[in-house]
């Protein structure tokens, strides 16, 4: 009964001076505010990364064919076809590789009736998909049979479907590869972004002999641009690193001091650098915001202060009268929590609105989440009582005589 009168007290001062309380609060609006939305934007970010990783596959590894050099001059990684489909083969017989998918790429247009589209074609073998962790949505995939006869067999992502053919189901009909007939046999699942802004939708999978055969060519028979290679488990990445890098050089018959025409990337290990760079930011963004609360947090203490001068008088009669230093206390303490927890609220509710506000407008994915309007709750809770504390121990601690003086 005494904490609702002292509610319904709080309330009357706070009321009296309807400005002031509105600027005090909104010190605390404008903090949690931000941190909502700081930390939406962040863990929107961190998602958005965090289903690229996905996307990608688990415990994957890409082997790149190395650089030449000619007459002093260093080519880059990739340029020289140090790598064939047999090296992929080989791999697989390593037991720290669950699966392995030999790649031979180039762009190329594509057309369909009166369309035409430009995109990347990648010749691989069926394990691509196991190792990509990339189910085929309508139709079905091509098979071991068609890599061994060089079909013209082909595998559309999304994007080249949806530039292609409309609205029409593509799986049994014929496109044009460099004027070449190949059979859709299948359509692929929606991947979205790779890590670096790619659209890995905008693909098409036909067997490795195919590209090497009938589209692209090479000098080198069997030799492919990039390897995938993915191991057993996320335990084994360290061992199937070193079994991969062994295994070429013994296949490429490299000495010892010798430096290695491939490069074998750890994909899993630099998009988990990624992942943690997007959630420190995160933090930091948090963090920034975080800032505006303690500024909040002062002007709570700055404006009690002075509310506190200004009822000198009324304070010595209500000791007078029999009021306890703990009463007063507890009541300039309860004026402090209210401002803050209602600052929070309306705080929140701005934080949430801008959220959606940059979601819609600048189409950047954001993420709310319980927790952070929760702390930002118990943060705001936590500045009221700290800042709110000193003006009401001042106040409890007057004495009732100098009060009662008090012009």
């Not at 490429?252 to 490069?263: G, Q, V, W």
């Not at 899993?268 to 609360?293: D, F, N, P, V, Y």
């Not at 401002?339 to 609220?345: D, E, H, N, R």
């Not at 701005?350 to 993420?367: E, F, R």
Request: aromatic share 6%; with cysteine.
């Amino acid at each position: 009964m005494m904490f609702f009168s002292m509610q319904r007290q709080a309330w009357h001062a706070m009321s009296a001076n309807r400005l002031r309380t509105f600027l005090t609060m909104l010190g605390m609006m404008i903090g949690v505010g931000a941190v909502v939305l700081m930390l939406a934007i962040g863990q929107g970010a961190q998602y958005m990364v965090e289903q690229s990783i996905s996307s990608m596959g688990s415990n994957l590894f890409m082997i790149l064919s190395g650089g030449t050099t000619s007459g002093g001059v260093r080519t880059s990684t990739g340029a020289a076809p140090t790598l064939t489909a047999e090296d992929a083969q080989a791999m697989t017989d390593l037991p720290s590789i669950a699966a392995v998918a030999p790649m031979a790429s180039g762009s190329a247009q594509i057309i369909y009736g009166a369309n035409n589209w430009a995109t990347q074609v990648y010749g691989t073998t069926p394990s691509f998909l196991i190792v990509r962790d990339w189910n085929v949505s309508s139709g079905y995939p091509f098979t071991d049979s068609d890599v061994r006869s060089a079909t013209r067999v082909a595998l559309l992502g999304q994007t080249v479907v949806a530039n292609l053919f409309n609205d029409e189901d593509p799986v049994g009909k014929t496109i044009r590869i460099r004027n070449s007939p190949y059979l859709v046999v299948g359509v692929l699942d929606i991947k979205g972004q790779s890590l670096d802004g790619r659209d890995q939708d905008d693909t098409i999978l036909v067997p490795v002999t195919t590209a090497q055969r009938k589209l692209f060519g090479s000098q080198f028979r069997g030799s492919v641009r990039m390897i995938m290679a993915q191991a057993t488990s996320a335990q084994a990445m360290n061992k199937a690193e070193r079994d991969l890098n062994d295994l070429l050089r013994q296949r490429h018959h490299l000495s010892e001091n010798t430096e290695s025409d491939f490069t074998v990337r750890n994909l899993t290990a630099l998009a988990e650098a990624t992942a943690q760079t997007t959630r420190i930011m995160s933090m930091m963004l948090g963090a920034i915001a975080s800032i505006s609360l303690l500024v909040g947090g002062i002007g709570i203490m700055n404006i009690m202060l002075v509310s506190v001068t200004e009822r000198t008088r009324e304070i010595g009669i209500r000791i007078a009268v029999g009021a306890r230093a703990l009463d007063i206390l507890l009541q300039f303490l309860l004026e402090a929590v209210i401002i803050s927890i209602v600052g929070c609220l309306v705080g929140a509710i701005l934080g949430v609105g801008g959220a959606w506000l940059v979601n819609k407008l600048m189409d950047t994915p954001v993420v709310i989440t319980a927790w952070s309007i929760v702390m930002s709750f118990l943060v705001a809770a936590a500045i009221g009582i700290f800042f709110g504390f000193y003006p009401a121990r001042k106040a409890a601690n007057l004495k009732p005589i100098d009060a009662l003086r008090y012009q």
